[in-house]
């Protein structure tokens, strides 16, 4: 049944609509699993999942006990303009959670976007990397939340899960706010920006049937993965490019590296040299990877999770 969210009207007779697909089972008793995605609008690798999801959920309703609502495109315009935040108001929609319904545009669709997820059992936030990196299937905890969120993040079928320091967490994301209202919410991300990735996506749909399964309301049956690693901030470690210039990869992405191993080149097209060789620090897991090649001074080449064993 297809829900609308919010809606407001915009100029030149345009129309702002938020939709939710919300899902039945044959048994409405049962818990309600919120599945969002869309926030970003350069940040697809979710719509893929929403699609997954609701299809495998509609073709077996007799083995769905409860509800799951599904919110494919909470920015819909960004999403239309390919555009990472919302076009004609300069700001990044997860910057502006839980909103006002007194506030502005944004901010009143923030607000009613967090009043029709609250109450859910569990929510999952689905984000893609954005187009200058690509990530493997995480799920990403901050310190404040772990003690209730780290028993289930396992269930989504990620790679690993990044428990964040609470100085870092940013009090104005959707994940944040539902968290403060009591309905846990779990921030996946995973791929690269304006792409689809069609195995991520199929895993975490299967994940997220999993997860649903855990509270009660699926005996469809899933895939279940192996279990994840769990990482906090100091068995993380960042590679910056110290030169400007074209970064060309020399490691495979989510693989396992050694201690000093070249991961990429920094080439300067102009003079046909060499600026940098990159290589790791530290052996670990390769779970970010530098997609878009052109680097400054400062740029993020990749992420290693170290002590992978």
């Avoid at 989504?156 to 320091?165: G, T």
């Avoid at 749909?205 to 699926?218: N, Q, S």
């Avoid at 080439?267 to 779970?287: A, D, K, M, S, Y």
Wanted: net charge negative; with cysteine.
């Amino acid at each position: 049944m297809i829900q609308t969210v919010f809606s407001a009207e915009l100029p030149v007779a345009e129309h702002l609509v938020i939709k939710k697909n919300r899902i039945e089972g044959r048994y409405r008793r049962g818990p309600r699993i919120a599945v969002v995605t869309g926030t970003h609008g350069d940040e697809l690798e979710g719509q893929y999942v929403a699609y997954e999801l609701a299809r495998q959920l509609n073709a077996h309703l007799d083995a769905l006990h409860g509800v799951v609502d599904i919110y494919p495109a909470v920015n819909p315009l960004g999403i239309n303009s390919i555009e990472r935040g919302v076009p004609g108001f300069d700001l990044d929609l997860n910057r502006t959670f839980p909103g006002s319904h007194d506030g502005n545009l944004t901010q009143a669709l923030a607000a009613a976007v967090i009043d029709d997820i609250r109450g859910a059992d569990v929510c999952v936030d689905i984000h893609a990397s954005n187009i200058f990196l690509r990530e493997m299937p995480q799920v990403r905890v901050n310190e404040l939340s772990a003690d209730q969120l780290l028993p289930i993040a396992p269930l989504l079928n990620v790679n690993f899960i990044w428990v964040h320091a609470s100085a870092t967490v940013l009090e104005s994301t959707l994940a944040y706010s539902l968290n403060s209202v009591g309905t846990p919410c779990l921030v996946v991300e995973m791929g690269v920006g304006m792409r689809i990735t069609e195995d991520y996506g199929a895993r975490l749909a299967e994940g997220l049937l999993r997860l649903i399964a855990h509270f009660g309301g699926w005996d469809g049956g899933f895939v279940e993965s192996p279990a994840p690693l769990i990482s906090r901030d100091g068995n993380v470690c960042f590679l910056n490019a110290d030169k400007p210039g074209l970064f060309l990869p020399r490691a495979q992405h989510a693989t396992i590296v050694q201690k000093n191993q070249l991961i990429g080149l920094i080439v300067n097209p102009l003079t046909g040299t060499v600026q940098q060789e990159v290589r790791t620090p530290q052996g670990g897991l390769l779970f970010t990877l530098r997609e878009y090649p052109i680097v400054y001074p400062g740029s993020l080449l990749a992420r290693i999770l170290g002590d992978v064993r």
